[in-house]
């Protein structure tokens, strides 16, 4: 990624900035026949991920791998581990508004037919962790009659047709050969089209480098063979990863023997992360 204390690298942002705006509208009208999302999911995207440092390894062959996650909700406890060691893995925003991975808490109390959904955007969950940089579950439901309740991780879904790619106007956003959607800082010019994009609201602008940012799956680790970080450090084995191209993988595993179900398939982005343990109120 572009470092954002070199001056050459901000100058040529700007730049692009400030060309983003009359080049998104003939941009936006590419994307949306698709031209654009079949130009950075070809071979030549290898050349751009490693000019963009997340290609980590010559001897990583992604054409040999079809990465894919899996969430199991009725195992999750909400600790928010893996919230944390995505903050520390990936140099995210050390504040409560910026994640690439959070958790959501879903409560039914009795008579209720829709969840209360309690998220990383609630100041009194914020109030809860003793900290402006952090969020916590307040105990809010205490005394109250709760029929359901449960934790839902959510993260990048890196789907199969992405809409963030359709719309970034400088290709900075693209989907690789083995799945993993990135984002090129050097050509990303901060126009946040791809954050209004997802429909699963995975994006945020970054205000310090001044460029959008999302989870990759920690691309830098499975590329060398260990599991994102969000995983590893998971006490209950509630996230679940691996190569879909191996059908003995952990993921393989998962979704064959589950009734598993992705978040809102109605929007044609095909996601690569499977839940169970979830109702139709969770999107």
Same mark, same amino acid.
């Given at each position: 990624?572009?470092?954002?204390?070199?001056?050459?690298?901000?100058?040529?942002?700007?730049?692009?900035?400030?060309?983003?705006?009359?080049?998104?509208?003939?941009?936006?009208? %590419?994307?949306?026949?698709?031209?654009?999302?079949?130009?950075?999911?070809?071979?030549?995207?290898?050349?751009?991920?490693?000019?963009?440092?997340?290609?980590?390894?010559?001897? *990583?062959?992604?054409?040999?791998?079809?990465?894919?996650?899996?969430?199991?909700?009725?195992? !999750?406890?909400?600790?928010?581990?893996?919230?944390?060691? !995505?903050?520390?893995?990936?140099?995210?925003?050390?504040?409560?508004?910026?994640?690439?991975?959070?958790?959501?808490?879903?409560?039914?109390?009795?008579?209720?037919?829709?969840?209360?959904?309690?998220?990383?955007?609630?100041?009194?969950?914020?109030?809860?962790?003793?900290?402006?940089?952090?969020?916590?579950?307040?105990?809010? *439901?205490?005394?109250?009659?709760?029929?359901?309740?449960?934790?839902?991780?959510?993260?990048?879904?890196?789907?199969?047709?992405?809409?963030?790619?359709?719309? !970034?106007?400088?290709?900075?956003?693209?989907?690789?050969?083995?799945?993993?959607?990135?984002?090129?800082?050097?050509?990303?010019?901060?126009?946040?089209? !791809?954050?209004?994009?997802?429909?699963?609201?995975?994006?945020?602008?970054?205000?310090?480098?001044?460029?959008?940012?999302?989870?990759?799956?920690?691309?830098?680790?499975?590329?060398?063979?260990?599991?994102?970080?969000?995983?590893?450090?998971?006490?209950?084995?509630?996230?679940?990863?691996?190569?879909?191209?191996?059908?003995?993988?952990?993921?393989?595993?998962?979704?064959?023997?589950?009734?598993?179900?992705? %978040?809102?398939?109605?929007?044609?982005?095909?996601?690569?992360?499977?839940?169970?343990?979830?109702?139709?109120?969770?999107?």
């Amino acid at each position: 990624m572009t470092n954002p204390s070199d001056p050459s690298g901000k100058a040529r942002r700007e730049f692009l900035r400030r060309l983003g705006g009359a080049a998104v509208a003939c941009t936006a009208t %590419l994307a949306g026949a698709g031209s654009l999302g079949a130009a950075r999911s070809a071979p030549h995207s290898d050349a751009r991920a490693a000019a963009s440092g997340s290609f980590p390894t010559k001897d *990583y062959d992604w054409t040999k791998h079809r990465w894919a996650f899996g969430v199991d909700a009725e195992k !999750c406890i909400g600790c928010l581990r893996c919230v944390e060691a !995505c903050k520390r893995e990936n140099d995210v925003v050390g504040d409560a508004h910026h994640f690439r991975t959070w958790v959501e808490r879903y409560v039914y109390l009795e008579g209720d037919e829709k969840p209360r959904i309690d998220s990383q955007h609630d100041p009194e969950n914020i109030a809860a962790s003793g900290s402006e940089r952090e969020y916590r579950f307040a105990n809010r *439901y205490q005394g109250a009659k709760v029929e359901k309740a449960f934790f839902v991780p959510k993260l990048c879904n890196q789907c199969t047709h992405p809409a963030c790619v359709q719309v !970034c106007p400088t290709g900075a956003t693209y989907r690789t050969v083995d799945g993993v959607v990135l984002i090129d800082h050097k050509h990303c010019i901060g126009c946040q089209y !791809c954050v209004q994009a997802c429909p699963y609201g995975a994006r945020f602008f970054n205000p310090k480098e001044r460029v959008t940012d999302k989870c990759t799956w920690c691309y830098h680790r499975i590329t060398k063979g260990l599991q994102p970080a969000c995983v590893e450090v998971c006490p209950v084995g509630a996230r679940i990863f691996g190569d879909r191209n191996d059908r003995q993988s952990p993921i393989s595993l998962f979704i064959r023997n589950n009734r598993v179900q992705v %978040l809102r398939p109605e929007t044609g982005n095909a996601p690569n992360v499977f839940y169970v343990g979830i109702d139709k109120e969770v999107s």
